[in-house]
């Protein structure tokens, strides 16, 4: 979850470190999400990461995932170019290659194909207008995994527009085991909720950090929407890119991935999560 709605911190943080900042999350182990309903929420889709006896549904049937236990900054995940050569030393693919790309990969990873997209079309706006950033759509999809299973948590669909239907909102910030107390911020405008904060979408921002980051990927002028999968997308891009300078570093990934949500074995599900799609990427060819 991006937590902060100020710039990210470029602090390093050691793994021995204690969570800072508003966490909804334990970080003693992997993420466990069960489905609750709140009252006057009814139709969306509520992630509860509190509970440590939930059983954690697995992010993507039928594609394994080897958890890999790297150590903080000491090596980052494969990356895996966009459509065929589409990678940093060439023209920038066109929009028919990066669906038909995205069908082909889907197949391969079990990443929905529109999600894909979606993360391919971030990687590319990103690398316009940050080069020097290094985001590979892999790190977005190793994000996406742990926060919605590529924002198809619980049922919920994507729109060929990229708008999640159910909306995906998360437990309130109320305070409880395992989470902070974050009150209200926005008079309950993107969460439903007037009396407490809860990340939203499918990369999971917070209210305050989405009033920051949030960005319009179609560029019509309407307001950044997060339960629109190229919104969220393009906008945890701007945000890790912020967070840590230099992505294709070992440093850099980890102080985007560990500002983006503080916990060591947060950090190694992404990890383990890109690599392994960038393996299954490049199997292709």
């Known amino acids: 979850m991006a937590v902060s709605a100020t710039p990210p911190s470029t602090t390093p943080i ?56 790297v150590l903080p900054r000491s090596a980052v995940p494969q990356a895996a170019a966009i459509a065929p ?51 590979s759509w892999t790190t977005l999809a190793g994000v996406g995994r742990v926060e919605s299973h590529h ?10 527009d990229g ?28 969460d439903g909720d007037v009396e407490w904060d809860r990340a939203v ?3 999971q921002f917070l209210p305050t950090t989405w009033s920051r980051w949030g960005a319009r990927a179609n560029g019509d002028g309407e307001a950044p929407d997060p339960q629109n999968i190229d919104d969220a997308a393009l906008s945890a891009a701007k945000y890790l890119c912020a967070s840590g300078g230099d992505l294709s570093s070992a440093d850099g990934w980890w102080r985007a991935v560990l500002t983006y949500n503080r916990s060591v074995a947060y950090g190694q599900d992404v990890f383990s999560g890109a690599d392994a799609y960038a393996k299954a990427a490049r199997e292709l060819g």
């Open 14 to 69: 050691e793994p021995s470190s204690p969570p800072r900042g508003p966490h909804r999350r334990r970080v003693v182990g992997p993420l466990f999400i069960v489905i609750v309903l709140v009252a006057g929420l009814v139709g969306v889709v509520v992630l509860d990461r509190s509970e440590e006896s939930a059983r954690r549904p697995p992010a993507d049937p039928a594609f394994e995932v080897p958890q890999q236990q």
């Open 85 to 135: 050569g589409g990678d940093r030393t060439t023209v920038r693919p066109t929009t028919a290659a990066v669906r038909d790309w995205a069908t082909t990969v889907s197949e391969k990873t079990q990443i929905p194909s529109r999600t894909l997209v979606a993360y391919a079309e971030a990687e590319l706006a990103v690398r316009a207008s940050a080069p020097e950033c290094g985001l």
């Open 151 to 160: 924002g198809r948590y619980g049922g919920t669909t994507i729109g060929d």
């Open 163 to 190: 708008r999640l239907s159910p909306p995906i909102v998360g437990i309130p910030l109320d305070g409880s085991e395992g989470v902070k107390a974050i009150p209200d911020t926005d008079d309950g405008r993107l």
């Open 201 to 203: 979408g499918a990369m």
